[in-house]
């Protein structure tokens, strides 16, 4: 069965908003209130996804944090991409506000941002010479 012209832009229409409805999803808050130390979730890499419109994105690359300084607003949502050959973490250091767990090579992680503006060095626990800084504000 062949669609006709207007039938072919009625249904890129109807997937274009049922996209728009899912990224719009994808944004809200779970609404427990919780900002502290929300765990990490953890993925095999895929091509990009509409939900992800909006987060920051750090790369591990060279067991090196790319970039090694990232800027965010508060409760920004962090997609962290393991591009080395081997396992990394992605931890705050401190009181540790997020902690990724293991990211294995070619995985994803992700983690919200802490609610409260300030700077959050952070580290690799598996090879501690790894280190980066995400600053809050």
């Known amino acids: 069965m062949s669609l006709t012209y207007p039938d072919r832009v009625h249904t890129a229409l109807r997937v274009g908003g049922a996209c728009v409805l899912l990224a719009l999803a994808g944004c809200s808050s779970n609404g427990d209130g919780n900002d502290t130390a929300t ?12 939900s992800n ?4 994105h750090i790369s ?5 944090f790319i970039p ?6 508060p409760g920004t949502k962090v997609i962290v991409e393991n591009q080395d050959s081997v396992t990394h973490t992605l ?23 802490p609610s409260t503006s300030g700077s959050y060095p952070y580290i690799c626990t598996i090879h ?3 280190k ?3 600053t809050v504000s």
């Open 68 to 73: 090694a300084t990232l800027q965010v607003r």
């Open 91 to 113: 931890t705050a250091t401190g009181d540790k506000p997020f902690d990724t767990g293991d990211i294995d090579p070619g995985e994803t992680a992700t983690f919200i941002a």
């Open 132 to 134: 980066g800084t995400l």
């Open 53 to 56: 419109v909006g987060a920051a």
């Open 128 to 130: 501690t010479n790894m």
């Open 60 to 64: 591990i690359k060279n067991f090196t």
């Open 39 to 50: 765990p990490a979730t953890t993925s095999a890499s895929s091509a990009p996804s509409t």
